[in-house]
């Protein structure tokens, strides 16, 4: 399954970035001075990249500030985005990779403490 949609939702959530629709012009086809989430996130991703190595976060500073954000888990988010929205379909991630990660974030297993992450089945025995 492609994920390349789920990477534009996780750059959209975390840079709280969307693409406006009235940016596009209906009549002509095109986007006049509007950048699609994708291109954003990789030109912003290699812009970061080459100043501070692998360690790049693309969430946004307001998020950033909550308690219980932990920076790791921004670097891994904007990891699993950019794994997503790989140009070639090949080289993208797979979904159930994708979910392995995303499972190891600390704000999700945080999240899911109510509800009892040992419950979860983990990929391996659904199989």
Do not use: N
């Not at 500073?61 to 954000?69: A, I, K, N, Q, R």
């Not at 379909?89 to 899911?112: A, F, G, I, P």
């Amino acid at each position: 399954m492609d994920v390349f949609a789920f990477g534009i939702i996780l750059i959209g959530l975390i840079a709280k970035k969307v693409f406006i629709v009235e940016d596009y012009s209906i009549e002509y086809g095109v986007c006049e001075d509007a950048t699609f989430v994708d291109e954003w996130a990789t030109e912003e991703y290699e812009r970061r990249k080459s100043m501070v190595g692998d360690m790049v976060s693309l969430v946004h500073e307001s998020l950033e500030v909550d308690p219980d954000f932990q920076s790791i888990d921004g670097v891994e988010a904007t990891k699993l985005a950019m794994q997503c929205l790989e140009p070639e379909l090949y080289d993208r991630t797979y979904s159930d990779e994708l979910v392995e990660q995303l499972l190891k974030l600390h704000v999700l297993q945080d999240s899911l403490k109510p509800w009892s992450l040992q419950h979860i089945m983990t990929i391996e025995e659904c199989i």
